[in-house]
């Protein structure tokens, strides 16, 4: 298997990515960063579908994107390039970069994935599963450290949710960007009218389903939100998740 570099294309008032504010945010942006690791594992073989037939599944355990320049309204497009720059033991890093049509560089991402059975549960060896000795890897790491574990504790209860049939991805159990909405709207609005989101860390830690009990916890210090999303029904962390946001320039 050949890793490649590819990048891919996405017309932004197609997926009507503007938010309350008309701007496009980080949050926006993490869909199409997940649907272009999902082509780029397709055209290398090693999809979703291609491990499930073998009982096998993608887990997403780590992400971590920034904005690096102002996301820009008026453009109609924005790029999105994708490689897996380390493969070590059970994990696999992947990269993104994020660009507008102007070429420049709006946002960059990285993520760490593990390949789990899904009879077993258990994590395994991704070279086992995957990889043969003609693997290239790319080493270009946009700066980015691998993301670390975030470790909080929980202090203020900000509401309760049950996970709900739309929550729900083909695999059955409450999708990656659900997470990051559910945080996002334990914020006031009026802060969301100030202030702009510049950076998002998320340690995924258990899958939640279908009518699992949520419950929503926050710290917050000056623009730093830390949140954990407690499975009151698994009894354990599901999430932890850390935003920082930048006033927002009126």
Not at 51 to 64: A, E, M, Q
Not at 75 to 89: D, H, N, P, Q, R
Not at 98 to 115: D, G, M, R
Not at 198 to 206: A, R, S
Request: glycine letters at 0%.
């Amino acid at each position: 298997m050949k890793n490649q570099i590819n990048s891919y294309k996405y017309n932004i008032k197609k997926y009507r990515m503007q938010n309350y504010n008309n701007e496009i945010t980080l949050n926006k942006i993490i869909p199409l960063i997940l649907d272009s690791a999902i082509l780029h594992a397709d055209l290398q073989k090693c999809s979703q579908d291609y491990l499930l037939k073998n009982n096998y599944i993608w887990v997403l355990s780590r992400f971590h994107i920034t904005e690096t320049n102002k996301i820009e309204d008026s453009f109609e497009w924005l790029s999105v390039k994708t490689w897996v720059s380390m493969i070590k033991g059970s994990f696999t890093v992947r990269l993104f970069e994020v660009t507008n049509e102007k070429n420049k560089v709006i946002a960059k991402a990285i993520s760490l994935w593990s390949i789990l059975n899904v009879k077993t549960r258990e994590v395994m060896t991704i070279k086992d599963v995957l990889y043969d000795s003609d693997v290239v890897l790319h080493n270009n790491n946009l700066d980015f450290s691998i993301p670390s574990r975030l470790k909080f504790k929980p202090e203020h209860q900000l509401y309760e949710l049950t996970a709900r049939y739309t929550d729900l991805d083909s695999n059955k159990h409450v999708s990656t960007t659900k997470y990051i909405d559910w945080v996002l709207d334990a914020i006031d609005l009026k802060y969301h009218i100030n202030n702009k989101i510049k950076n998002i860390k998320i340690n995924f830690l258990k899958e939640i389903y279908y009518q699992d009990q949520i419950i929503i916890y926050c710290t917050k210090k000056e623009n730093n939100f830390d949140f954990t999303i407690f499975n009151k029904t698994q009894n354990t962390i599901a999430a932890n998740i850390n935003i920082q946001f930048s006033h927002r320039k009126q």
